[in-house]
């Protein structure tokens, strides 16, 4: 018995005549990773008629929740009452709420609506706006023309939940819709909810039905509440949540044929006969497995009739699709995997931390990270954090006494700086196979080199936290690929893995994906780390080789130019704004050349210092510790050669370059160094001094430059975009109803808009690429009226700076509140949040740092080739005018590519300042696709289309 009844109340006193007060029942969300059901509260407006006397209110809080659910102080009125009793609400899908005074406290009140205690009564209004300054105003009955017809007849209940939850209004989901399934097994990794969410939300939008498997293969053999029907409202922020919201577990149950029979009954009893699983290789194998069984399964289970025949010819066949969700990135055949970057991450973040602390007490640290078979975190974290030495599983040391190298390489870098760094992979041994362990390590360098050192085994914390940008937009585009993949198979389809492979989505046929992979562990335990390392990929081994390079320096001073020496003068310029990753691509570049014997020479502030003379002569020790810093160290800005004192900035530059005897240019920046390296392409004519090779890297944080899929510098910026994201997405669900309009960089560029907007959850993005219409605009002021509709509280646009010359972040803020405040229609509020400069700031990503790595050994290599190639009888000059000695070098893939210039200037569009085909481009789409029900009101030609490109086997 309630409160209320005890008291000899009704328990629907003060409740007006047709109001329900019996509660329901409807699906909740996710809470401590468990899907729960929540009751929903009484429906005191349905099958009321509309007029003045009806009320409506968003949510309206005094005081703490807490205090709510828990009654009043101790030290209060005796009289308690309960959350229920305080919040009385519409349907899910109104979004208005009724909240009553506390019955005790203002007895005289305790049968009126809140509207009527701010004298609202008849009006339609949103707390948010409510203010002494700016009253609200009833609404008129003509004002309810607009509505739409169920709201007219003050009809809500007509509006059922599960519609409210795919979008209200919208065309239901039909019984006989293909179902999908979709599972998170094995270790958890960062980004496995944004795939799961991509995954839903496509299907969703498809108009197929798909189910959360929770707890990964034991939900799946348990059943039961273990496997939800997913609907919009279960996958709102979770892309930036850390873990799997769907869990996962370990089931030794699965690996039995009793095991497996109940999985699949409980799937062929739902019509569910295509199963996405997100996991390792140990998982997409067990799936593998489960579809080879699964007719035999379902012919026992009818044998045993526990399966009716015509339920189980529904299902005649399964289909698999997954996805790698591993922090090791051990699967071969793709360039990265689910989780892997934001592990980096946390190591990387933690190194630098720790080289603060190991400085100031000249300490040696051990940092030991995970990997299990494979060296990827470790030898990544080594390159990007400067590590003095590293020991990976795929290539050991190769000599026998190996501590006695480690020590004598450690004390020969001690002579450069005052500690040390080693880390190590969790299996990595020695070449017979015998375990190298952190505290054989410590007790190695404190007895031999007497260094004071410490061991950090990071251990779990590498799994934890938000997704990195790169984690959530792949996780983002591999589940809609997944989605669309199961979505169109057929019972011929073999089970494939989809993802990414220099910056491209492929498909993999999984059986051969897994026995490549697990080739790699059977090498190492055969010894023959050469094969291991082959099976690991080109990119692999280049980065082990850019580690050792970088290392030691090898070569005291480059002895000085002159007849007979061997040693080449280089210059480094930087050009355009400033990003992440330009000192450390200068730091690769100056030790790269001065292990090699050569020198190089840094221009202060650009073109323009260039032009001026001011150069000076950087080396090993002048740029230590420059892989972690942001900004520019030489100083940058925008001014190029042909600009500079009325044009004759190239021919100071040439002048300047003649008495320093440069022999090769190598210029880091945006599209100002693409300018510039065309003018003093131009220049060759006219100035013998410029004959000699140019080399631009692009490093912008616009990634605007032909010739590279990334520029250096883009990474950071995503990642302090998607940081930006999440703050203002906490800032809008603090409020009801409120949408964000957050403008990025980029110039005319949409490339950060769109890879934000991917990454962030966004519902829309404005880019200059595609003309932003008020058409697109108003489609989106409505799209948030129905979201609003359906008690979601925040929505957001990410827009780029230059989208459109008149429909600036003014006028769209203006527009989107002007709509958004109509009488008579859901109303939201409007926010603005310009990022601007914080996006060039901040300490280089850990993907930034090892581009730079590859990037800069290959610029520098190349630079020394052809001035070799190309000296003149005296060796003291160079002398080329070929085209291929005026170059791009670009990131394919992980490594490097270098471009003609001649051939990359038609594919540029000069006035917008980006190349004319942009690789992301396809990508735009997808952010429309996962809005929340999409109805196909843009069109075949804005709907993202597949684009997995399948690969056989000989192409792994």
């Known amino acids: 018995m309630s409160e209320a009844e005890a008291a000899g109340e009704s328990p629907t006193a003060g409740t007006p005549a047709g109001m329900q007060a019996s509660p329901r029942t409807v699906e909740g969300g996710f809470k401590d990773g468990e899907m729960v059901s929540t009751p929903e509260l009484p429906n005191i407006h349905a099958n009321q008629p509309l007029g003045r006397q009806r009320t409506f209110s968003s949510p309206l809080i005094a005081g703490n929740i807490d205090a709510l659910q828990d009654g009043v102080p101790s030290d209060g009125p005796a009289k308690r009452f309960s959350f229920s009793e305080a919040f009385q609400t519409t349907t899910s899908s109104s979004s208005l709420r009724f909240m009553r005074p506390h019955p005790e406290i203002f007895p005289a009140e305790k049968s009126q609506g809140v509207a009527e205690i701010v004298k609202g009564q008849g009006h339609y209004f949103d707390t948010a706006r409510i203010s002494a300054s700016r009253p609200v105003s009833p609404i008129t009955e003509a004002e309810t023309d607009s509505w739409p017809a169920d709201l007219q007849q003050g009809n809500f209940a007509s509006i059922n939940v599960a519609d409210a939850h795919r979008g209200t209004w919208g065309p239901e989901i039909s019984s006989d819709a293909p179902a999908v399934a979709i599972l998170t097994s094995g270790g958890d990794a ?124 529904k299902v005649a066949y399964l289909c698999i699709t997954g996805l790698v969700g591993s922090i090791d990135n051990d699967m071969c055949g793709f360039t990265m995997t689910i989780g892997c970057d934001t592990a980096l991450h946390r190591i990387v973040d933690a190194c630098d931390n720790l080289i603060t602390t190991a400085k100031s007490h000249k300490r040696t640290f051990i940092v030991e990270v995970m ?58 041994t020695d070449r017979v196979r015998r375990p190298i362990e952190s505290a054989y390590l410590k007790a190695i360098l404190s007895e031999r080199l007497g260094h004071d050192t410490r061991v950090t085994c990071l251990g779990h914390v590498q799994r934890g936290g938000a997704p990195s940008a790169d984690d959530r937009l792949q996780g983002t585009w591999l589940g809609a690929e997944a989605a669309l993949a199961i979505l169109g198979a057929n019972d011929s389809t073999p089970s494939r893995i989809i993802g990414i492979r220099d910056h491209e989505v492929v498909s993999l046929e999984l059986t051969a994906a897994v026995e490549k992979t697990r080739a790699v562990g059977e090498a190492l335990q055969k010894r023959d780390f050469d094969t291991a390392m082959e099976l690991r990929g080109p990119e692999y081994a280049n980065l082990f080789l850019t580690f050792r390079r970088l290392r030691h320096k090898r070569v005291p001073e480059p002895e000085p130019p002159g007849p007979g020496s061997l040693s080449c003068n280089v210059c480094i310029v930087h050009a355009g704004s400033p990003a992440a990753g ?56 925008r001014v190029i050669p042909d600009k500079i004192n009325g044009g004759e900035g190239v021919g100071r530059i040439a002048k300047v370059l003649e008495y320093y005897k440069i022999q090769a240019i190598i210029i880091i920046g945006g599209f100002e160094g693409l300018s510039g390296l065309q003018a003093l392409q131009e220049g060759r004519k006219k100035y013998p001094a410029l004959c000699i090779p140019m080399t631009l890297i692009p490093a912008t944080i616009s990634n605007n430059l032909p010739g590279s899929k990334f520029s250096i510098g883009a990474d950071t910026a995503l990642n302090c975009i998607v940081d930006s994201i999440d703050r203002v997405k906490l800032s809008a669900s603090s409020s009801r109803a409120r949408v964000f309009l957050v403008e990025v960089m980029g110039g005319n560029c949409g490339f950060l808009a769109v890879l934000g907007a991917l990454a962030g959850g966004a519902d829309g993005c404005y880019i200059h690429e595609n003309v932003v219409s008020l058409e697109e605009m108003l489609h989106d002021v409505n799209y948030f009226r129905e ?97 291929d000695t005026s170059v791009i070098c670009g990131v394919d893939g992980e490594g490097a590519v270098f471009t003609p210039l001649a051939d990359l200037i038609d594919t540029v569009d000069m006035e917008n300042r980006r190349p004319k085909d942009q690789w992301w481009n396809a990508l735009e789409p997808l952010i429309r696709l996962l809005e929340l029900n999409n109805d196909g009101t843009w069109g075949d030609a804005l709907l993202y289309k597949a684009q997995a490109r399948v690969l056989s086997e000989d192409e792994m």
């Open 371 to 428: 990997g299990r078979h494979c060296g990827w975190l470790a030898l990544m974290a080594s390159v990007a954090v400067g590590a003095d030495w590293v020991f990976i599983p795929e290539c050991p040391p190769d000599v026998e006494d190996w501590e006695s190298a480690l020590c004598d390489g450690l004390a020969a870098r001690r002579k450069q700086t005052n500690y040390s760094l080693v880390i190590l992979a969790e299996g990595a």
């Open 787 to 883: 979201k609003f509709s359906m008690n979601f509280k925040k929505g957001l646009i990410i827009r780029n700076e230059c989208c459109s010359r008149l429909y600036n972040m003014p006028f769209m803020q203006s527009l989107f509140e002007q709509e958004g405040g109509r009488v008579g229609h859901m109303n939201f509020t409007v926010r603005n949040n310009v990022l601007g400069h914080l996006q060039q700031g901040n300490a280089p990503s850990p993907l930034d740092r090892c581009r730079s790595a590859v990037l800069g050994i290959a610029a520098a290599d190349d630079a020394i080739a052809k001035i070799k190639a190309n000296l003149k009888d005296s060796e003291e000059t160079c002398y080329t005018d070929a085209p």
């Open 190 to 313: 960062p980004g496995m909810n944004a795939a799961v969410r991509s995954c839903v939300a496509t299907c969703l939008a498809k108009r197929a039905r798909i189910f959360a498997i929770m707890n990964g293969y034991q939900g799946l053999v348990d059943g039961g509440s273990n496997i939800k029907e997913m609907q919009w409202k279960d996958i709102q922020d979770i892309m930036q949540t850390g873990g799997t919201v769907i869990n996962s577990a370990r089931c030794a149950g699965f690996r039995t044929r009793e095991g497996r029979l109940q999985a699949a009954l409980h799937l062929a009893q739902l019509g569910v006969n295509r199963l996405v699983v997100i996991g390792g290789d140990g998982s997409l194998t067990g799936a593998n497995c489960f579809k080879i069984e699964w007719p035999s399964l379902l012919a026992e289970l009818v044998k045993r009739r526990e399966l009716p025949q015509d339920q189980a010819d």
């Open 582 to 637: 330009m000192n450390a691509i200068t730091k690769v570049v100056v030790r790269s050349l001065a292990n090699s014997g050569h020198h190089s020479f840094g221009a202060i502030d650009g073109f323009l210092g260039l032009a001026l003379g001011h150069l000076f002569q950087l080396n090993w020790e002048s740029v230590a510790q420059w892989h972690a810093m942001g900004g520019c160290k030489l100083g940058t800005n």
